[in-house]
C-alpha cells in the first residue's frame, strides 16, 4: 500500500481529519458500497472506513450492502470516512472508484428521466441536461426534434439510455425505424458513445478531485468489445459475487459502456472484437500512470488488455475470480488469445497445410489424377487413330456398348458359356468385329477420361474451399497477432510488481500500469480483446473495460513528501525542527517493514543544486549559477521564498528510495568557510557559496533523517528486527556521498570548519 504524506513547516500540521464535507450523503454511501464490492479498491481502501451501523445479511449469511447503503444515506453517522487517507492512495484507484460513482450516478439520472418521461413529467435536473446536450451535439438532424427554439433527441431514443439494451437490441430497434438511413443509425449510435464516454470522464475528474486526487493530465475511457449481444454481466440490478451467487447490489450498468464499431462492415452495424483507445504520454519527466478496471469477466475466457507503444507490447491477462488483471497468463485459469493463436498455428492452418499440400494431400491427388487423364488422352488418340482404319472416315462412337456386347461381357465373366457369341476378343479377325472392339475400347477410355475430369473437379472444388479456409485462418492469424503486438515484452516479479525490460512496471494490487518519465510525450494505444469461442469463430463473450491515464509527479506518490519551506535561518544551515510526528507513524512503518526485506532495493539520492529557479510552478536547479548582490532584503521578494527549499521524499515502490534536496534563493551567502579542503573544492570545480549552502542543509535533513528514524525503529520493533533494520539502514547510508555541482562529497567531509 502507498500513501502520500505532504507537509509544510510554513503552517501547522493537523493530524488526520474526516474532511469529507463535500460529499454529500448519498455520495459516502454509494463510495462506501462500491469500495466494499471492488476488490482492488478494499485492499487498498477499506481500513478508510468504519462503519457502526446495524449490519444486515442476505440468505446466505453474506453482508447486503444494498441495504447497508440505505441504512448509512438515512443515518450519515453510521459510516466515518478517512478521506484524507483516501487521497494519500494510489492515483488510478481514486480514478476508478469516481468512474464507479459516475457511471452509477448517470445511470440514475437517466432512469429518473425515463421515468418521468413515461409519466409525461417534467424533469429538471443540471446533470442530465449536460449528458443531453452533448448528445444533441452529436446527434444527426434527422434523429432531432425542434419545438420552438428548444431542440430535444426524438422520444424514441429514450430506449438507448436502458442499459439493460444490448448492441443487439439498438441495431433491432433502430431498423423498425424506415426514416433512418444506415448512415444515421451509425451516427445514433456513436452519438450515444461519445455522450456517455464525455459526461462520465467530467464527472469522473469532479469526483476524483474531491477525493483528494491530483493530476495535470487526467483521461478516462469506458470501452466494450464483443459480438454486442446478451451477457451475463448486463443485468442492471444484480451482480454475481465471488462465489458465483447472484446478489442485490450495485447497479452495474455495465450497458452504458460504449461498442466501437465496424468500420470495415458498411452492411450491417456490428461491435468491433477487438477495441482500440489511442493515448498518449505525458512527457516532462512526470510518469504516466494507466489504471484498469475490467467489467464482466468471463470464467472459461482471460480478458485481455496490451498496451503498444513504440512497437512493443505489455499483455495483461484478466481472471474472473480474484477480478485482476495479472502480465502472468498462468495467474488464472481460462482460454487467451495467446491459446488461440497457438490453436491457429498448430491446429486449423497445420492440418489445411497438410490437407491441401501434404503427401497425401489435395495436390497429390490433383496432379496423380490429371496426369492419369494426360495418358488416358493419348490413348484415345492412338486408339481412334486405329479406329479410322476400320471405320475409315470420321469417328463416331456411342457411349454405350451395343446390349449383344455387354450380353457377351457378362456371360464371359461368369464362365457360363463357351458359345461364340461369348468369344469377344480382340483376336476376331471379322473385320466388323474388330471395328467393334476398337469402339468398346474407346468407349472405356472415354469412361475413364470423363471419371478421372470428375475426380479433378471434386479434389479442385475441396482444395479451393481449403484454401479459402487456410486464407481465412492466416488472416485471423495476422490479425490476432497484430493485436497482441510481435514485440511481446518479458518480465521479473518481486513481491506483486512486475517490472518490464524498459523499466515499465505493473503493480497487481492496484492493477496500475507506469511508464517510465520521458521528457517527450509519446502516442501509445490500448487494446481490449474479446477472447472468441474459438480460433475460427465469430462470436465471442462480452467484455468491458474501464482506463485512466493521470500524470504523476513520483514524488507525489512518495510515503513521504516532506517540504521545509524556508524554514533555514539565512546562511544557516542547522534544523532546529524534527521531521516525523505520532501521525507519521503508518508511513514509518511501511518504510521500515520494506527495509527488513532483503531482496527489496534501498537507496539514497542527496543533491544540494544551490540556487533554484521555478519550472512549471516547480522548484529546479537553475541552469545560471549567477549569484546577485545583496541589496535587497532576502523577504521584500516574495518569489524568494518559494526558492529556499529543502525538501525529503521517500519512495516505497517495491523500493525504498531515500531522496533529499535543497535550494538558495539567487543573492550571495555571507556562509564563512573555514575548511581549507572545502575552500579548495570550491576553487577548484567552481562551487559558489549558495552551492556549499545548499548541500549544508541536505546534511543536516540526513543526520535529523537517520537519528530519528532509528530511534522510532528501536522503540516500535523488537529487538532482533530493529537490529536487522538499522544495520541495513545505516549500512546504505554511510556509503552516501552528496552531490554538489559537479562532485561528490562524504558527509563528514562537508563541514566548514
Not at 379 to 397: A, D, H, P, R, T
Not at 618 to 629: L, R, S, Y
Not at 741 to 750: R, S, T, V, Y
Amino acid at each position: 500500500m502507498l500513501f502520500f504524506i505532504v507537509f509544510t513547516f510554513a503552517c501547522a500540521r493537523d493530524g488526520l481529519v474526516q474532511q469529507d464535507g463535500n460529499l454529500l450523503p448519498v455520495e459516502r454511501a454509494c463510495l462506501y458500497h462500491i469500495v466494499q464490492k471492488s476488490p482492488a479498491l478494499k485492499y487498498n481502501f477499506g481500513r478508510c472506513f468504519e462503519y457502526s451501523g446495524p449490519s444486515v445479511l442476505l440468505s446466505d449469511g453474506k453482508i447486503n450492502y444494498d441495504s447497508i447503503e440505505q441504512i448509512i444515506i438515512n443515518h450519515p453517522e453510521y459510516l466515518f470516512i478517512r478521506k484524507s487517507e483516501i487521497g494519500k492512495g494510489p492515483m488510478g484507484l481514486l480514478a476508478e472508484a469516481a468512474n464507479k460513482m459516475a457511471v452509477l450516478e448517470l445511470n440514475k439520472i437517466l432512469l429518473e428521466k425515463r421515468e418521468s418521461f413515461m409519466v409525461n413529467k417534467p424533469f429538471e435536473n443540471p446533470r442530465y441536461f449536460e449528458f443531453e446536450n452533448s448528445l444533441i451535439s452529436e446527434l444527426p438532424e434527422i434523429a432531432l426534434t425542434k419545438n420552438g427554439s428548444k431542440t430535444t433527441p426524438n422520444k424514441e431514443l429514450y430506449f438507448f439510455t436502458d442499459p439493460a439494451r444490448t448492441f443487439k437490441d439498438k441495431v433491432e430497434f433502430l431498423s423498425q425505424y424506415k426514416n433512418y438511413t444506415e448512415e444515421d443509425k451509425r451516427k445514433i449510435m456513436q452519438a450515444f458513445s461519445i455522450s456517455v464516454n464525455k459526461y462520465v470522464k467530467n464527472r469522473c475528474f469532479e469526483i476524483y478531485v474531491q477525493l483528494g486526487g491530483l493530476a495535470s493530465d487526467f483521461e478516462s475511457y469506458l470501452v466494450a468489445a464483443g459480438e454486442g449481444g446478451s451477457t451475463a454481466g448486463l443485468l442492471s440490478e444484480f451482480e454475481k459475487n465471488l462465489s458465483g451467487k447472484w446478489n442485490r447490489g450495485l447497479p452495474k450498468a455495465i450497458g452504458l459502456f460504449p461498442y466501437q464499431i465496424q468500420a470495415y462492415n458498411v452492411k450491417e452495424i456490428s461491435p468491433e472484437r477487438i477495441a482500440t483507445i489511442p493515448l498518449s504520454t505525458t512527457g516532462m519527466n512526470r510518469v504516466t500512470n494507466l489504471h484498469f478496471d475490467v467489467w464482466g469477466y468471463n470464467a472459461q475466457k482471460q480478458t485481455t488488455v496490451v498496451i503498444e507503444k513504440n512497437g512493443k507490447s505489455y499483455i495483461l491477462f484478466g481472471a474472473g475470480d480474484t477480478q485482476f488483471l495479472s502480465p502472468d497468463s498462468s495467474f488464472s485459469s481460462g482460454n487467451t488469445l495467446l491459446s488461440v493463436i497457438k490453436e491457429l498455428e498448430t491446429g486449423e492452418i497445420d492440418r489445411l497445410n497438410e490437407r491441401i499440400s501434404g503427401k497425401k494431400g489435395l495436390d497429390e491427388k490433383i496432379k496423380t489424377r490429371v496426369e492419369k487423364r494426360a495418358l488416358v488422352y493419348q490413348q484415345i488418340q492412338k486408339e481412334e487413330g486405329k479406329y479410322l482404319q476400320f471405320k475409315g472416315g470420321k469417328v463416331s462412337v456411342k457411349k454405350k456398348a451395343p446390349r449383344k456386347v455387354k450380353r457377351a461381357r457378362r456371360k464371359a465373366l461368369d464362365g457360363l458359356s463357351e458359345s461364340r457369341d461369348s468369344q469377344v476378343r480382340p483376336t476376331i479377325k471379322s473385320k466388323k468385329k474388330r471395328r467393334r472392339k476398337k469402339q468398346v475400347d474407346l468407349i472405356d477410355l472415354y469412361h475413364s477420361y470423363e471419371t478421372l475430369t470428375k475426380e479433378i473437379f471434386y479434389y479442385q472444388q475441396q482444395k479451393d474451399n481449403e484454401t479459402d479456409r487456410l486464407k481465412l485462418s492466416t488472416e485471423k492469424l495476422t490479425y490476432y497477432k497484430a493485436s497482441m503486438g510481435i514485440n511481446i515484452q518479458s518480465f521479473t516479479m518481486v513481491d506483486s510488481l512486475y517490472s518490464f525490460a524498459d523499466s515499465s512496471t505493473f503493480d497487481i494490487r492496484t492493477q496500475e500500469f507506469k511508464f517510465k518519465p520521458s521528457q517527450k510525450a509519446e502516442n501509445f494505444i490500448v487494446r481490449l480483446i474479446s477472447i472468441p469461442d474459438n480460433a475460427m469463430a465469430n462470436s465471442s463473450d462480452e467484455v468491458m473495460l474501464h482506463v485512466s491515464k493521470i500524470d504523476v509527479d513520483p514524488r507525489l506518490t512518495a510515503t513521504i513528501n516532506l517540504n521545509l519551506s524556508d524554514q533555514f535561518d539565512p546562511d544557516k544551515f542547522d534544523l532546529k525542527n524534527g521531521l516525523f510526528t505520532l501521525n507519521d507513524s503508518t508511513s514509518l512503518r511501511t518504510i521500515a517493514d520494506l527495509i527488513i526485506k532483503s531482496d527489496i532495493p534501498l537507496q539514497f539520492i542527496t543533491n544540494g543544486y544551490g540556487i533554484g529557479e521555478l519550472v512549471n510552478g516547480t522548484v529546479k536547479k537553475a541552469v545560471n549559477q549567477h549569484e546577485i548582490d545583496g541589496g535587497l532584503s532576502r523577504n521584500s521578494d516574495s518569489s524568494y521564498a518559494k526558492l529556499r527549499k529543502t525538501a525529503l521524499y521517500v519512495q516505497t515502490d517495491h523500493r525504498v528510495s531515500f531522496e533529499i534536496e535543497s535550494f538558495t534563493d539567487p543573492l550571495k551567502s555571507t556562509l564563512e568557510i573555514q575548511n581549507k579542503n572545502l575552500i579548495d573544492l570550491s576553487k577548484k570545480y567552481n562551487l559558489s557559496k549558495n552551492e556549499i549552502l545548499s548541500g549544508l542543509r541536505t546534511k543536516s535533513v540526513m543526520m535529523k533523517l537517520q537519528d530519528e528514524f532509528i530511534k522510532w525503529v528501536a522503540k516500535n520493533y523488537e529487538a532482533d528486527k530493529a537490529r536487522v533494520i538499522i544495520d541495513r539502514f545505516n549500512n546504505e547510508f554511510q556509503k552516501t556521498k552528496i552531490q554538489i555541482g559537479k562532485i561528490l562529497i562524504k558527509p563528514k567531509e562537508l563541514t566548514i570548519y
